[in-house]
């Protein structure tokens, strides 16, 4: 026997033992027990042998062979296993990371009030209509009998687009487009944003909400407007909430009148949250004046109606206890999650 041979196995053995993956394995494998490998060769050559020499020789090589098939099996179930670890290991997740918290949507603070306050006005029998919030000058101002010199447009600063163009600074055009496309008897509210440019303070945002309302009938009077205005301050602020009409001036209504309910915070007395006035302005009403519905065209001599306009954002402020009208606006999280 070949010294080499002896060497050669030997050799074989550490080669598997120190295999590090099964490529190198592989390769060992076809080396040393694959048709070229030398122990191939060597059990081939064993035919030029005496008998008994090659019995012996023959015995042994089959357990060279024998012992480096077990050490490649072991070997590669080692490496297996291994690998396992390794992709395992990789693949590895944190367990105890918190999870990823979802921010369930919700409705706006300003949109649950004006959502609300329709909520009444529906039940009251009103309907709720839209306008665009790019109007004419001539929806905003001049069918509302505001014609161009009046001193309330100067009130209104407005965003124009052009010069007949503005962004509407009320929702009071909606009951002039109302009145144009429909016959009454009529009952409307109408929802949305107003314009006006006003600096951001505590109290003022350059867009706003208002809600209109308009009731039109053969036999609407001061009273009902009373009764229904009523009504709804009671349904949206408590029934013990006292409010009062005051006389007041808007060009489209005549008589025209302030609602203010009392204070919430101070019941009456005056505090911070009322400017210590101990009531809260609400609206602005009265009865349509004769000069608008001509310009619908509809009689004043057969019929009349009321007319309401309202700013969802300071009643917002008054039943959260907001004492800056930013906050809504500025649309933190963390401030709008507590509504
Ligand atoms: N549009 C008025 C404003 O922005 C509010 C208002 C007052 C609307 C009286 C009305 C009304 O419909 O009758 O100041």
Redesign the pocket.
């Known amino acids: 026997m070949n010294e080499d041979y002896i060497k050669k196995f030997e050799e074989a053995k550490e080669r598997i033992i120190r295999a590090e993956n099964s490529n190198e394995l592989e390769e060992i494998k076809r080396e040393v027990l694959g048709k070229q490998g030398f122990l191939t060769q060597l059990l081939r050559s064993l035919g030029k042998l005496p008998q008994e020499e090659r019995v012996k020789l023959g015995r042994l090589v089959n357990e060279w062979k024998e012992v480096l098939e077990k050490l490649y099996e072991e070997k590669e179930k080692e490496l297996k296993y291994k690998t396992l670890q390794n992709k395992l290991y990789q693949e590895n997740i944190d367990i105890t990371l918190p999870g990823r918290k979802k921010i369930v949507g919700k409705i706006h603070p300003i949109n649950q009030v004006i959502e609300e306050i329709l909520s009444v006005f529906k039940e009251m029998g009103f309907q709720v209509v839209y306008g665009p919030e790019l109007e004419t000058d001539y929806y905003n101002f001049t069918a ?1 009998n505001i014609p161009e010199d009046h001193p309330v447009r100067e009130s ?1 600063d407005s965003f124009y687009i052009d010069k007949e163009h503005l962004l509407r ?4 055009p909606v ?1 002039v487009r109302v009145m144009e496309k429909k016959k009454p008897p009529l009952r409307i509210v109408a929802p949305g944003k ?1 314009y006006r440019r006003d600096m951001p303070d505590a109290t003022h945002s350059p867009m706003f909400h ?1 809600i ?3 009731a039109v009938d053969t036999d609407i009077t001061f009273a009902e407007l009373k009764g229904v205005l009523s009504i709804f301050a009671h349904r949206l602020f408590g029934k013990d909430r006292k409010v009062y009409f005051i006389p ?1 001036y ?1 060009p ?2 005549e008589p ?1 009148a ?1 609602m203010y309910v009392e204070c919430g915070v101070c019941k009456g007395e005056g505090c911070k949250a009322c400017g210590y006035s101990g009531v809260l302005e609400i ?4 009865m ?1 004046h004769p000069q608008v519905f001509r310009v619908v065209n509809i009689d004043p001599e057969i019929y009349s109606g ?6 969802p954002d300071r009643i917002a402020m008054q039943i959260y206890g907001i004492d800056d009208i930013r906050l809504f606006y500025e649309n933190d999280v963390r401030f709008l999650k507590q509504f």
Do not use: D, I, W
């Open positions: 509302l209104h600074t009320q929702t009071s009951q107003c208002q209109e309302g308009l007041s808007f489209f209504t025209s302030e609206l602005g009403c009265g349509v009321f007319a309401f306009g309202m700013g």
